[in-house]
């Protein structure tokens, strides 16, 4: 397996647009994370989802933020509209079975709003 | 929610030294993770240590779990330069979603040749 694939490696954007981040996870991974890292808030956990079903997304700092995985081997997280605050470097992971197992990260997004 | 806090924030080393990297973490846990990441690239997974284990070794690290302190470190023995990475340990809370898996903010090792 080429292990968790992320896309675009690298996105600018302007203020009000709209961002779509995507992730293939491994193949027989159940889980599959969305993190949010910046210097001054770290790693954040944004959304899991357990079987392609989103189970906590308490870390989705707002509406504007919403992710999707129509199936085992895709997810989106999507930003519209964006804001300059919203530049971070975003990582999708995924894992055979949550927090009890070795979570596989991408290489992220970095993503950067003018 | 939990989250592991590292400590140092930050170390310098001359290569061959060891380092120790500490962290905290505040209620009951599954296991505990800790990670590795290098300038610009996701995070790799080091070490997994389970709540009733003390201590796991794997090449030249070595982790300990203090359930009673809730705290654990990681040792990296005769270090390289090429250990000059961020490391992080994750935590999820015991009886909690099986999906938290928690970071902290990490420490940053600069290894010197």
């Known amino acids: 397996d080429a292990g968790v694939i992320q896309s675009p490696r690298h996105e600018v954007t302007e203020m009000g647009q709209e961002v779509t981040l995507r992730c293939k996870p491994i193949?027989?991974?159940?889980?599959l994370f969305w993190y949010r890292q910046t210097m001054m808030r770290g790693l954040e956990l944004l959304i899991y989802f357990n079987n392609n079903v989103p189970i906590d997304d308490s870390g989705m700092p707002e509406d504007r933020f919403s992710a999707k995985m129509p199936n085992a081997s895709f997810s989106t997280l999507k930003i519209q509209p964006s804001e300059p605050r919203d530049s971070a470097v975003y990582f999708c992971?995924?894992?055979?079975?949550?927090?009890?197992?070795?979570?596989?990260f991408g290489q992220g997004t970095r993503l950067t709003v003018v | 929610s939990q989250q592991g806090e590292e400590d140092p924030q930050a170390l310098s080393i001359q290569e061959g030294e060891n380092a120790t990297m500490n962290c905290s973490y505040k209620t009951s846990i599954n296991n505990l993770q800790w990670y590795r990441q290098n300038s610009g690239r996701g995070l790799v997974h080091l070490i997994l240590?389970?709540?009733?284990?003390r201590e796991k070794h794997s090449g030249r690290l070595r982790v300990t779990l203090d359930t009673s302190k809730k705290s654990s470190s990681l040792l990296i023995t005769a270090s390289r330069a090429a250990d000059t990475a961020s490391y992080f340990c994750a935590t999820g809370d015991y009886g909690g979603s099986q999906g938290n898996l928690i970071f902290g903010k990490g420490t940053k090792l600069s290894v010197k040749p």
């Open positions: 240590i389970r709540s009733n284990e």
């Open positions: 992971a995924s894992s055979l079975r949550g927090r009890n197992t070795e979570a596989f």
């Open positions: 193949s027989g991974h159940d889980y």
